[in-house]
């Protein structure tokens, strides 16, 4: 029997893709422009087959050429646009630049058609082997121009939408709380349906997923991604929930999205980089919005001014003093008059050519969110700047204090006062929680115990059973819960007892038992009978002393 072994090539791996792309908007079919990308820590030269890479749409036609020897930067874009009718030339880009086209075309992409990067410009040479990347619909007949099946095809509304790269790696999911998956850089799986996510200013449902976000066009000279450090506290001695780091306002504010308040997040940067930066801006990856379920909050990143705040910082205690928090600007065009969401990006206006951030330098910035639902939050953010930017920065929380899980109660299930050697103690939450053990629980004692400790945990949903060995000796014994953050409420937020952070959700008002073994109890809390038995002797003694007094007793 003889084989015959086929060899297929395969499409070339490329350092450059397409990563942000629509081909209409609120000024038509024309309204179009694709981005491309450059996914790698390293500067990229083209280098293709005619004059350089080619752009082109499933009709086989090139729209743009990225001429050879141009050099995209790590992390940075390449801008095409179809000059026709191309409304986004004003979005803010480099340091006093914006974002117009790199190269520019005249003919219309179809909807929901296919659309391809080639290594070359020459258009017989527009092939499998010669493909760097492609994107299209599911409607798109043409496999050449698109990976796995293509994304969902969209109902043609002339709106400011975009097809974007996911770079958190959960689809644009709204209720996934898990943290991102990928690392800050856009995903590559060849299956368009889940390497990008629909987006538009007006939480649109046109076929491709529902989402409120915005378009965020770049070129040659926006700025990039890169190694700045994960912003810190703005205050390390308080918890991240509470203020000055995480300040909720409730006044209603519906002309600027926020019905039910505010919630304003401020942190710190540290420029690590090496060298001044120029450009700093924040991209938002991953965040509770429209049309948020209940229970989940829907927020609305809006424009922030600069604020003085009263921090603590190391070492703790030892003082405060007032440091000036800058505001973030939401960059526009597109009009964002829902507020941002998916994809928007918001600026630090105080880091500018004339005024960088030093190498070693920090900044306090403010992120203000505004409500229009409440409920459980996550925001995801990565940091853009020139000549570099940063990693992506995470953080979850409740708009409210409900919505994070929280003791009831912690009661006895055994009778009181006791000498048994084990005790029972059942423990209450608000909601239905997961991930409740023994390391979660200790024990507070009085008088002469000795040698108790929490032998077992039974339980499911919000009731839980603590088993407890009381040890030996005397006095009383309260069970404590120590917020460790492994106690979780339930999806879709998932949020940890008391809200993210640890020690937030400690109990140490529960009820406790009073052990009688070995001789009198030692207690710093006397029972009702023991305060009865107490009056009563007193009034014994005040009847012998009276009786006394008068001479009838000796």
């Known amino acids: 029997m003889a084989f015959i072994l086929l060899c297929i090539a395969a499409p070339q791996a490329s350092a450059l893709i397409i990563g942000e792309f629509r081909v209409r908007g609120p000024s038509g079919a024309n309204d179009e422009f694709i981005k491309l990308y450059n996914e ?13 890479f080619a752009v082109a749409a499933s009709d086989g036609v090139a729209r743009c050429v990225v001429p050879n020897g141009t050099v995209i930067p790590a992390f940075g874009y390449y801008l095409c646009v179809n000059s026709v009718a191309y409304s986004l030339a004003a979005y803010p880009a480099g340091n006093g630049a914006t974002a117009t086209g790199d190269a520019t075309y005249t003919t219309d992409i179809p909807d929901n058609a296919g659309i391809a990067l080639f290594n070359t410009s020459v258009a017989v040479d527009f092939t499998l082997p010669n493909r760097l990347d492609a994107v299209g619909s599911t409607s798109e007949a043409n496999t050449l121009y698109k990976e796995g099946t293509g994304y969902p095809a969209l109902t043609p509304f002339s709106i400011d939408y975009a097809f974007t790269r996911d770079i958190c790696g959960k689809q644009g999911s709204i209720t996934t709380f898990t943290a991102c998956l990928s690392t800050g850089v856009a995903l590559d799986t060849n299956n368009n349906a889940v390497d990008f996510i629909f987006v538009d200013t007006n939480g649109t449902s046109a076929g491709a997923g529902q989402r409120l976000g915005a378009p965020s066009p770049a070129n040659l000279s926006s700025p990039v991604i890169g190694s700045i450090a994960t912003p810190a506290l703005l205050d390390p001695c308080v918890a991240p929930s509470s203020p000055p780091n995480t300040v909720r306002d409730f006044t209603s504010d519906p002309p600027n999205n926020s019905t039910f308040g505010t919630l304003d997040i401020r ?12 450009r700093l801006r924040y991209k938002i990856i991953d965040l509770t919005t429209f049309p948020a379920p209940s229970g989940i909050a829907d927020l609305r990143p ?9 921090v603590d910082r190391a070492p703790c205690g030892s003082g405060t003093s007032n440091v000036t928090v800058q505001g973030t600007t939401l960059e526009q065009p597109p009009s964002q008059p829902n507020g941002g969401g998916f994809n928007s990006t918001l600026s630090s206006g105080t880091v500018t050519l004339g005024t960088p951030l030093a190498a070693g330098a920090t900044l306090d910035l403010r992120f203000l969110l505004g ?8 925001l995801g953010v990565i940091i853009e700047g020139l000549p ?3 990693t992506m920065f995470e953080i979850a929380g409740c708009t409210d204090s409900d919505c994070a899980p929280t003791v009831q109660s912690i009661v006895r299930a055994d009778p009181n006062p006791t000498t048994a050697a084990a005790v029972n103690y059942t423990v209450t939450f608000n909601q239905s929680v997961t991930g409740v053990d023994a390391s979660d629980f200790v024990l507070t004692s009085t008088g002469t115990i000795a040698g108790a400790s929490v032998t077992g945990v039974s339980g499911s949903g919000s009731v839980y059973t603590v088993t407890v ?14 917020d460790n953050d492994s106690i979780v409420g339930p999806v879709p937020a998932n949020l940890p007892l008391g809200g993210p952070g640890a020690g937030n959700g400690n109990v140490t008002t529960g009820e406790f038992y009073t052990l009688t073994r070995g001789g009198a109890v030692v207690s710093n809390i006397p029972t009702l009978s023991e305060y009865a038995m107490m009056l009563l002797g007193l009034a014994l003694m005040g009847a012998v002393w009276l009786q006394r007094k008068r001479g009838n007793l000796r």
């Open 388 to 390: 570099e930017g940063g």
């Open 371 to 378: 409500i229009q639902q409440t409920g459980a939050y996550k």
């Open 302 to 310: 809006r424009t922030s001014s600069a604020v003085v705040v009263t």
């Open 469 to 482: 060995n009381t040890g030996t000796g005397s006095g009383t014994l309260r069970l404590d819960v120590v």
């Open 40 to 52: 790698t820590a390293s500067p990229l030269t083209v280098a293709g087959g005619g004059t350089g």
């Open 267 to 278: 942190r710190t940067l540290t420029n690590t980089s090496g060298s001044n930066l120029t």
